[in-house]
T-cell receptor, first 110, second 113 residues
Framework: QKEVEQNSGPLSVPEGAIASLNCTYS??????FFWYRQYSGKSPELIMF????GDKEDGRFTAQLNKASQYVSLLIRDSQPSDSATYLC??????????FGAGTTVTVRA | DAGITQSPRHKVTETGTPVTLRCHQT?????MYWYRQDPGHGLRLIHY???????DKGEVSDGYSVSRSKTEDFLLTLESATSSQTSVYFC????????????FGPGTRLTVL
């Protein structure tokens, strides 16, 4: 089982601020990286995925990947109370499996 | 949302009883997965399937078995439930394409007394 580590939370940010979430992984062979959002009592839902080094933007979300340093991050700009959730980082393994981090809980203060 | 349903959504059972959870998909995806989620552990893979009758173990497979007789259904069985198997169980599916993206069902909350 490959290791995926996320920055410990909880993370509290004021409304309108940027929330920054970090994730490191152990397997240099990993090629696909995912961020899921999970509201309390609900199932994980995909926010975005990234394959290539650099930034990928989707609305208020930006994923950043640095394979040389083995980290992937997620920035949430203009944070809203509706962004309050647990964010899961996932990294692909072989055989179409994913390894998940334990998650970082974000609270956006109004 | 991807067409994934899980049943039952909630179940309370007693130690030593058998329990079967069902995952049903309408997406015709090749890959199906069972995870458990516990506080502080994130999602941990129990078993997965890469086709009808083709299954393999994940990192926490002890005490669990699975079966997949049709593309759309993936069953998880606890042969003799224990209190340590109290958890939230999620099914996920993937089409196995280049993205490896997995989509999750609504989950089943299982309590073993």
């Amino acid at each position: 089982q490959k290791e995926v580590e996320q920055n410990s939370g909880p993370l509290s940010v004021p409304e309108g601020a940027i929330a920054s979430l970090n994730c490191t992984y152990s397997d240099r062979g990993s090629q696909s990286f995912f961020w899921y959002r999970q509201y309390s009592g609900k199932s994980p839902e995909l926010i975005m995925f990234i394959y290539s080094n650099g930034d990928k933007e989707d609305g208020r979300f930006t994923a950043q990947l640095n394979k040389a340093s083995q980290y992937v991050s997620l920035l949430i700009r203009d944070s809203q109370p509706s962004d309050s959730a647990t964010y899961l980082c996932a990294v692909n393994e072989r055989d179409y499996k994913l390894s998940f981090g334990a998650g970082t809980t974000v609270t956006v203060r109004a | 949302d991807a067409g994934i349903t899980q049943s039952p959504r909630h179940k309370v059972t007693e130690t030593g009883t058998p329990v079967t959870l069902r995952c049903h998909q309408t997406e015709n995806h090749r890959y199906m997965y069972w995870y458990r989620q516990d506080p502080g552990h994130g999602l941990r893979l129990i078993h997965y399937s890469y086709g009808v009758k083709d299954t393999d173990k994940g990192e926490v497979s002890d005490g669990y078995s699975v079966s997949r007789s049709k593309t759309e259904d993936f069953l998880l069985t606890l042969e003799s439930a224990t209190s340590s198997q109290t958890s939230v169980y999620f099914c996920a599916i993937s089409d196995g394409g280049g993205t490896d993206t997995q989509y999750f069902g609504p989950g089943t909350r299982l309590t073993v007394l």
